[in-house]
C-alpha cells in the first residue's frame, strides 16, 4: 500500500527557519525517491493565499501553528506558520505537529510509517525479566520513563519472571535482561532456549559502580566492580563484559553545589559526540 506524505511547510518563515525548511523538504524527496511508488510526497504552503486551515483540518489532525516573531518597518509581530506533516496509509495517519530540524526527521518518519502498518496482532513484544535484583518497570526512579516511550512507540512491554514452573511465553520477541544479581542453571537454560528459538535477548549491565553506601551516585566515591548473574553464559557465546569504564575528553559535564557556589565539573564518562563527528 502506498504512504502517502503531506508536508504542511510555510515558505513565508523567518530566514533563520529557511535552511531546516529546505533540509526538510529534501529528505522528504529523498524519501519518495528511495520508495519508487510506495511513498506518494505533496507539499502544501500554508502561506499562499485562500489556505484555510480549518478547512484542511489541521488542528483536529494534530498539526500544531508554528509562532514565529516577524520584522517589518521597524515593528516586530507574531505570526502563525506551519512546519508539521501527515503521515497516512488507507484509514489511519500519525501526524508530526511541528519538525523544525531534520536531526530525529528519519526516525519519527520511519517509526510513523511503521505504526501504520501494525495491528494488534502484530505489535512489537518486548519483556523485561524481574526477580533478580532488576529495576522496577513502574519505578520512577527506576524504569518507568524507558517503559512509557515503548509503549508510546506502540511496543506492548510486560515484565517476565525466570522460574522454574513454565517456559518463556512464546509471544515475546525481544527479552531484556538488566543488571540481575544472580541467575539460577534453569534460568539460564531458558535463556538459552528462547535465544536458540530465534528470540532477541539484550543484555544491559553495570559493571562498575559509582555509588555511595546509601545507593546514590557519588562522584567522589571510588568505583567498585559490580558481579552479575549470566556472566558465564555471555561467555559461552563468546561476549565478555569487562569492568572497564569508557571515558572521552568531549564529553558533558556534571553540575553540583558546594556551599554557595554551582560548579560544571568536565565528566569524561558521559561521552559527548558532537555531529560535527558522525
Same mark, same amino acid.
Given at each position: 500500500e502506498i504512504v502517502n506524505v503531506r508536508a504542511y511547510i510555510s515558505s513565508d518563515l523567518p530566514g533563520e527557519y529557511q535552511p531546516a525548511r529546505t533540509d526538510i523538504l529534501d529528505m522528504l524527496q529523498s524519501f519518495e525517491n528511495i520508495a519508487n511508488d510506495k511513498f506518494k510526497l505533496t507539499v502544501i504552503d500554508p502561506s499562499e493565499e485562500g489556505f484555510d486551515a480549518g478547512k484542511e483540518g489541521l488542528e483536529i489532525k494534530g498539526v500544531q501553528p508554528l509562532q514565529v516573531r516577524v520584522q517589518k518597518e521597524g515593528e516586530a509581530s507574531v505570526k502563525n506558520g506551519f512546519m508539521g506533516i501527515i503521515v497516512s496509509r488507507l484509514l489511519k495517519s500519525q @501526524?508530526?505537529?511541528?519538525?523544525? $530540524?531534520?536531526?530525529?526527521?528519519?526516525?519519527?518518519?520511519? $517509526?510513523?510509517?511503521? &505504526?501504520?502498518?501494525?495491528?494488534?496482532?502484530? @505489535?512489537? &513484544?518486548? $519483556?523485561?525479566?524481574?526477580?533478580?535484583?532488576?529495576? $522496577?518497570?513502574?519505578?520512577?526512579?527506576?524504569? &518507568?520513563? +524507558?517503559?512509557?516511550q515503548l509503549r508510546k512507540d506502540q511496543y506492548t512491554v510486560f515484565p517476565t519472571t525466570l522460574d522454574d514452573k513454565s517456559e518463556l511465553p512464546s509471544t515475546i520477541q525481544t527479552l531484556l535482561v538488566m543488571t540481575p544479581n544472580a541467575l539460577s542453571d534453569f534460568d539460564k537454560y531458558q535463556l538459552d532456549q528462547f535465544l536458540m528459538r530465534g528470540g532477541n535477548l539484550v543484555f544491559l549491565l553495570d559493571r562498575i559502580s559509582l555509588n555511595n553506601a546509601e545507593g546514590q551516585l557519588d562522584l567522589n566515591a571510588a568505583p567498585t566492580?559490580?558481579? +552479575?548473574?549470566?556472566?558465564?553464559?555471555?561467555? +559461552?557465546?563468546?561476549? &565478555?563484559a569487562e569492568p572497564k569504564i569508557l571515558g572521552d575528553p568531549s564529553s558533558e559535564a556534571v553540575q553540583y553545589q558546594a556551599g554557595m557556589l554551582i560548579n560544571n565539573h568536565p565528566y569524561p564518562f558521559w561521552v559527548k559526540v558532537p555531529a560535527s563527528n558522525l
Open positions: @501526524t508530526l505537529p511541528v519538525v523544525i $530540524s531534520t536531526q530525529n526527521l528519519e526516525y519519527d518518519l520511519i $517509526s510513523a510509517i511503521v &505504526k501504520l502498518g501494525k495491528g494488534e496482532a502484530n @505489535t512489537g &513484544k518486548i $519483556s523485561i525479566t524481574q526477580g533478580h535484583g532488576e529495576p $522496577s518497570l513502574e519505578d520512577p526512579n527506576g524504569l &518507568k520513563a +524507558f517503559v512509557d566492580i559490580q558481579n +552479575f548473574g549470566g556472566a558465564d553464559l555471555l561467555e +559461552f557465546y563468546g561476549v &565478555k
